[in-house]
Structure formats: structure tokens, C-alpha cells
């Protein structure tokens, strides 16, 4: 049943899914294209979008929001560039998980492999919240692929998230009602929203009730000293001044004293959802990086 239905517990659970999916796509009001690669650890969506001879950069999202929050920063970068945005396997999305990630290095094989399908020989990795655990995590483990990353609000990662964080994230995982996961936790993330957001709210909500755990994920933990250390490659870390996982003023300190690359960013407003609170802000920002490199 999950492979028939991409991973859901059921056909009625994989159409509600969808339909929010669509909801949430047609704020993508720009051309874009979907495809699916196959890799060792399962079935990977991307979408694609922007000028094809211009620089690639790939996008890691947020847990459980999908590739589909992308859909303002998208909208902003995809004359200047290449742009990639991969639904991460382990999560609810439209990619299909058919094999366990129980270790870091199995994220490194897949992302490897579907840098190989696009032929993307060194790229610079955009990574959000979980998503920015997975560019680093890859960068670590695979330097050689990576020229430069841009971590916005990492999970985990640098410094450990709040106690706030993790109650929130237990109780909607016991008692998941819609309106309990989205007031509790999906607009508690979002400290300044705006229209659109609740579409992505519901999308989340409608992933985490339907998405089958059939697989095991790896969440997300802080790196070590030594391995934040080894990062050569540049590594701009961005956090919003009205972070809620963590205090974004030590997150920046804590990212400064431990990579030695690190160059910090700190946003006047946002919370932890920055691609969708302060699009305009964050794609201004990533141009800015990017230009400099």
C-alpha cells in the first residue's frame, strides 16, 4: 500500500495530501518542472526551476513542510540562477522512502547520487531548519561536492534546540489533531505570517497523519567540534532575531567559534520559518552570498 500510494498509509490519506499539495503549488507562480530520480535509499522529487545555463544551487527544506515553502524565494532567484529544490527522503513529501537511513552516511549516498543524475559536480547547498542539518552533515561527509552552504535556522546542528522545541513536538505527535498541530507548533515556528502560510500548515498537518513511518530517519543532532571544524569550504549561517528553537544570538556565536569558515548573518525580524516569513529578505541575502563567492 505505501509504495502504491508513494508512501502513505493509504490511497484516501495519499489524495488529501495531494490536494493540499496542489493548494500549496499554485502559489508557485512561476514555470517550474518536477522530476523523480531514483537513488539507493528511495524515489527523490525535485523541482526545478529558473535559467538553465545559470549557477545551480540546491535547496534542502524543512522537515515535514516539503520543497513547496520554497515558493516566494523561488520566485525571486529564478532569473539570476539554477535552481533545485529536493524533497528529503525520511520525510512527508513527494519523494518515496524504500530503505532505511539509519546512519549520516546514507543521506551522503542518496544526495551523491542525485548530484550525479543532475550532474552537479561541486554545488552550493541552500539548507533550512532540518534541511540546513542535512547541508552540513553533507558538506562534512562529502566536501569535495560542496563550494559553499547557506544555513538558515539549522536544526540541531550547532547548538542544541530548546526545551519549547521538543514539548511542543511531543505533544502534537501524541495527540495530532490539525488544530493542535498547526496552533501549537506550525504557527508558533512562524512568528510574522502572511497569506499563503496556512496552506503550508495544513500540508505539514496532512503529513505527519497520512505519511507511513514505514523507514527509519536519522534526526538531527549537534555535530561535533571537530567535524564542524573541518568544514573548509565558505559557510554562511543565518538566523532571524525572533528565533524560537533557540537564542539566535548564541547560535551565531556557538557557529563562529566552531567553523572556522563561518561567516554569520543576523535578520532584523523573523522567526524559524525565514523562507516563508521573510522572503524577500532571504533571497536578497543568498544573491548577496553568492555574489561574493
Known amino acids: 500500500m505505501a509504495d502504491t500510494y508513494r508512501g502513505f498509509k493509504s490511497k484516501e490519506g495519499y489524495k488529501k495530501y495531494k490536494n493540499a499539495h496542489d493548494k500549496v503549488m499554485g502559489l508557485w507562480d512561476i514555470p517550474y518542472e518536477e522530476q523523480i530520480f531514483n537513488t539507493s535509499f528511495g524515489d527523490v522529487s525535485v523541482l526545478t526551476c529558473g535559467q538553465q545555463d545559470n549557477e545551480p544551487v540546491v535547496f534542502f527544506h524543512a522537515f515535514g513542510f ?3 515553502e520554497w515558493y516566494a524565494v523561488a520566485r525571486n532567484l529564478k532569473d539570476d540562477y539554477r535552481l533545485y ?14 530503505e532505511h537511513l539509519n546512519e549520516r552516511e546514507d543521506y551522503k549516498t542518496w544526495i551523491t547520487e542525485l548530484f550525479d543524475a543532475l550532474m552537479l559536480a561541486k554545488v552550493t547547498i541552500v539548507g533550512h531548519s532540518n534541511g540546513g542539518w542535512h547541508a552540513l552533515n553533507y558538506a562534512i561527509l562529502n566536501p569535495d561536492r560542496v563550494k559553499s552552504l547557506i544555513v538558515l535556522s539549522p536544526a540541531a ?3 542544541r534546540m530548546n526545551r519549547s522545541f521538543y514539548s511542543r513536538l511531543l505533544l502534537t505527535n501524541l495527540i495530532p489533531r490539525e488544530s493542535l498541530v498547526i496552533n501549537q507548533f506550525c504557527r508558533w515556528l512562524t512568528v510574522r505570517r502572511q497569506e499563503g502560510h496556512e496552506k503550508l500548515f495544513k500540508l ?6 497520512y505519511v507511513s513511518w514505514e523507514y527509519v530517519m536519522t534526526p538531527p543532532k549537534k555535530f561535533k567540534s571537530e567535524e564542524l ?3 573548509m569550504m565558505p559557510v554562511n549561517i543565518a538566523v532571524g532575531r525572533e528565533e524560537v ?8 556565536e556557538e557557529a563562529e567559534n566552531k567553523i572556522r569558515t563561518c561567516v554569520p548573518h543576523m535578520f532584523e525580524t523573523g522567526g524559524h520559518m525565514l523562507p516563508i516569513e521573510i522572503p524577500d529578505e532571504v533571497s536578497t541575502y543568498i544573491k548577496k552570498v553568492l555574489s561574493n563567492q
Open 229 to 231: 571544524a573541518s568544514l
Open 245 to 252: 528553537i533557540y537564542d539566535p544570538f548564541q547560535l551565531l
Open 66 to 68: 516539503s520543497s513547496a
Open 204 to 209: 505539514y498537518f496532512l503529513g505527519q497523519k
Open 157 to 159: 546542528s550547532i547548538k
Open 85 to 98: 529544490f529536493v524533497d528529503v527522503l525520511g520525510e512527508f513529501n513527494y519523494s518515496d522512502t524504500k
